[in-house]
């Protein structure tokens, strides 16, 4: 089972503050992931909306909770997350 973690934009977010935010969001996911932080994928859903959402898919919980804890979108106040276990069909 996967862990999945949907982040949306606070009501109200300036998308110059996210873009600016947006660097360190990036270097964090990076460093997360070369630590063996259990990310599997993540990134943002292509929509018209530029404060659509955005999603990361976990190999726990645990690690998806660690991440969402250092990530600067949430530490800013820009993002609201929300956690979901995932139990994907395999097709192998």
Known sequence: MEIVV???L????????VMET???H???YE???ADGGGIIALGPFQTADPAGASMGIFTSREDAE???????FIKEGL?????????????E
């Open 26 to 28: 990036q270097a964090y």
């Open 6 to 8: 949907l982040y949306t």
């Open 10 to 17: 606070r009501e109200g977010v300036d998308m110059q503050r």
């Open 79 to 91: 993002a609201e997350p929300r956690i979901l276990e995932w139990d994907a069909e395999r097709f």
């Open 66 to 72: 660690d991440f969402i804890a250092g990530d600067p």
């Open 31 to 33: 460093a997360f992931r």
């Open 22 to 24: 947006f660097p360190r």
